[in-house]
């Protein structure tokens, strides 16, 4: 099994056991997915420095645990900001699309005060979380997951560090956006309130807003989850790395008893 999420082969992405899913031993996890379309998408030409602000990421479907094709396009280019796009089809079925937003590089002094420091543990000093089994799968082998608050038996808000275990595809080194990516799909999984094995809560779509460029390996989430009474919640996370906050997520879910 290699020690990446995906390996290039002949124009498609052949995943490994790492990217499987939480709800379909046959389907893929959302965040290698995410962070697959995060990377084809930052990887198009600018004229300029750039960084991607905003990203969406529409599940359409199940992404199968077998090799994909990725596609990414310019939508609309310019010196100051881009549109984006990708897709991830299987054969001819679109299984996931995303967009994001590139905007400039700039060094802006706006006289602002540094942003605050989070008040609760960092990586090394919380919970390293325990799989609940050592099957492969993005959730267990992965990432490494630490946890500051909460813990992934508890219900409820939880703040917790991710890292990625390996590579996205093999022989590259993992972006800042991509690590941010793969990380933020985890928020509905940390924070949920309803208990897993009973219930479905499972995201049809992922957004993720960056104030800044994530430093180091590490991503926090403080993470929550509010559910409706029509079978549909959200799930909302404060992004971080070891320095700063780094931006928000949000993710709509599908919720049903098992």
Known sequence: MSDALFTPDGGRFVPSEH????????AMHGG??????????ESLPSETAM????????????VPLRPVSVSARIERNGRRVQFLSASVSDGDTELCRASAWR?????????LQPLEHYDFAGPDASTPHVPDSEGPAFHRTGVEMRYARGSFTELGPATVWIRLAMPVVAGETPTPLQRTLAAADFGNGVSAVVPWGQF?????DLTVATLSIAQGAWIGLE???ELGGQGCGVAYSR????RRPIGHS??????ERL
Do not use: K, Y
């Not at 990217?19 to 031993?25: E, L, Q, V």
């Not at 290698?32 to 998408?41: E, K």
């Not at 992004?239 to 070891?242: A, F, I, N, S, V």
């Open 250 to 255: 949000i993710q709509s879910l599908l919720v």
């Open 200 to 204: 479905l809560f499972i995201n049809t």
């Open 223 to 225: 993470a929550r989850t």
């Open 239 to 242: 992004l971080w790395d070891e």
């Open 19 to 26: 990217a499987r899913g939480p709800w379909d031993p046959a």
């Open 32 to 41: 290698p997915t995410a962070a697959l379309m995060g990377g084809a998408m």
């Open 103 to 111: 905007i400039r590089v700039a060094d802006v002094d706006l006289g």
């Open 51 to 62: 960084t991607v602000v905003r990203t969406t990421i529409e599940i359409l479907r199940p």
